[in-house]
């Protein structure tokens, strides 16, 4: 378990939007599926359109390979417009929202 101070010193939401109150959501956000995906194994992330669930999810995703470098985690995307939508988001978010080098 892991709390928002902790993430925080490893993930910089707030880096590309601007928009402090929407960062401090998307790391909150980011923990609390962290946390519930480590005590249950399973999770759901919904939101309104716009408030950055893919972010929410990458954010997720960097603090397990933080905190286990051997994590793999398989993204199951329908189309090739939302692979490529993903996997430009992963680089976009690893270069400037991860504030660690693993």
Same mark, same amino acid.
């Given at each position: 378990? +892991? $709390?928002?101070? +902790?993430?925080?010193?490893?993930?910089?939401?707030?880096?590309?939007?601007?928009?402090? /109150?929407?960062? *401090?959501?998307?790391?909150?956000?980011?923990?609390?599926?962290? $946390? +519930? %995906?480590? /005590? #249950? #194994?399973?999770?759901? %992330?919904?939101?309104?359109?716009?408030?950055? *669930?893919?972010?929410?999810?990458?954010?997720?995703?960097?603090?397990?390979?933080?905190?286990?470098? &051997?994590?793999?985690?398989?993204?199951?995307?329908?189309?090739? &417009?939302? /692979? &490529? #939508?993903?996997? #430009?988001?992963?680089? $976009?978010?690893?270069?400037? $929202?991860?504030?660690?080098?693993?």
């Amino acid at each position: 378990m +892991i $709390n928002v101070d +902790i993430a925080r010193r490893l993930l910089d939401f707030d880096a590309r939007i601007g928009l402090p /109150q929407l960062a *401090k959501s998307q790391l909150e956000g980011a923990v609390a599926l962290h $946390n +519930i %995906l480590t /005590q #249950k #194994k399973v999770a759901y %992330l919904a939101d309104e359109v716009g408030y950055g *669930k893919t972010y929410v999810a990458l954010g997720t995703l960097a603090l397990f390979r933080h905190f286990n470098p &051997n994590f793999r985690v398989l993204v199951i995307a329908p189309r090739e &417009n939302i /692979q &490529n #939508k993903w996997m #430009k988001e992963w680089r $976009n978010f690893v270069t400037n $929202n991860v504030r660690f080098s693993d």
